[in-house]
């Protein structure tokens, strides 16, 4: 779209990754505290629907919905096939974050899967 660099573009790109970031640690963290879900359809869906009224929970589908307008504001302003690849570092931030505060496994090849996508990501780009 522009020959100059976009920075409020960046900026929401850097939102999106922010909120992104957020809403899957929370979900993934608190959706691990309450333990399996029940067995059967009913149970599972009252098991889900529970969840809805956890503060945690309701503040990391908030942070999806606020990632979704910061990507669309980014897209009022840099071309989708310039500005996605930046989504890879959702890979990157998740994991190491995932390791740090979820006490998270991390193996070699987790680590080699990650930079293979984005390695992949920034040849599809240039």
């Not at 960046?10 to 992104?20: N, R, S």
């Not at 959706?31 to 359809?41: F, L």
């Not at 307008?69 to 690849?85: E, F, G, I, V």
């Not at 974050?97 to 293979?116: I, P």
């Amino acid at each position: 779209m522009q020959a100059r660099f976009d920075i409020p573009g960046h900026v929401y790109i850097a939102l999106t990754l922010l909120f992104t970031v957020y809403g899957q640690l929370v979900l993934k963290w608190q959706m691990g505290s309450v333990g399996p879900m029940p067995a059967g359809t009913l149970g599972k869906l009252q098991f889900l629907l529970l969840q809805f009224l956890n503060p945690w929970i309701m503040s990391g589908l908030a942070s999806a919905f606020l990632a979704s307008l910061a990507w669309m504001a980014a897209m009022t302003r840099l071309d989708l096939n310039y500005a996605y690849p930046f989504m890879s570092l959702a890979f990157l931030i998740v994991m190491a974050f995932s390791v740090v505060f979820l006490n998270e496994a991390l193996s070699l090849q987790k680590v080699l899967g990650t930079l293979l996508v984005v390695t992949g990501l920034v040849i599809m780009t240039r």
